[in-house]
């Protein structure tokens, strides 16, 4: 067996000591191997992923509260306005209907059914709004039997419907010819024999302006009145309006306006 190797042996010093050998002290492990890439520390990372989320979650914080503050504002508002001038919808009622021509013929020749109707209404609005005036355009007014329309007409002239006041509306709608499919005149001479008489309805279509103080807003408005009979006899021109009653229908659409004044 080979000798064990001789202790490293000690060398004296100028003043009389011993210097002992250096010991070598070993690399950690992360140091044995110099090609190899030391991990980077992520404390970094996470201070800045810690902030891109408190920043997140503040704002959404702070979206809602003021979306919040905007819905009670709103509704604040709201209610003032409505207990300050207490809007109501105009109300629409029909006075007269009286039917001054209303012919139903069939040609023997190729059994077409042709009728010609002139029909005269007359109608009231009533404001019961306090302290909102309402201006109507020119009015736009149908008689039908559903789904035919009899006659139909406008009256031009606006009127200005005050707080409070009641506005007559006279429309003298002309006798209009047209001719009818089969199933539709079979159904109105039916409806003309029968007790009741033939049922009318009534639509009007018009831009009403409600003003307030200076502020002016547009509506579109539709008033659809139905309850109207007429019993088919040329001794009795005037329909019964006992039963009628309207609805009004009030939207806020630019798509509509434009159309309706186009």
Known sequence: MPPPPAAAASKPNGNGGVTLPAVKTPLPKSLQNPTRHRNRPRRRYKIRNFSFRYCL??????????????LLFAGVASAAFYFIYRPQCPSFSVAAVRVSRFNLTTSPADGSTNLTAAINVTLSATNPSKRILSLCDPLSISVLWDPVVLTNGSVTDDFRNSTGSIYVIR????????????????????????RGGLAMKIHVDSIVRVKIGKAEKKFWIRVQCDGIRWAANVNFPSANTDNAKCRVDLTVSIWKLFSFVK
């Open 171 to 194: 429309a003298s709608m002309g006798a209009t010819s047209q001719v009818l499919d089969a199933s539709s005149a079979r159904s109105m001479e039916s409806d003309l024999k029968k």
């Open 57 to 70: 979650c503040r704002t959404c914080f702070w979206s809602v509260v003021v979306l919040i503050l905007l």
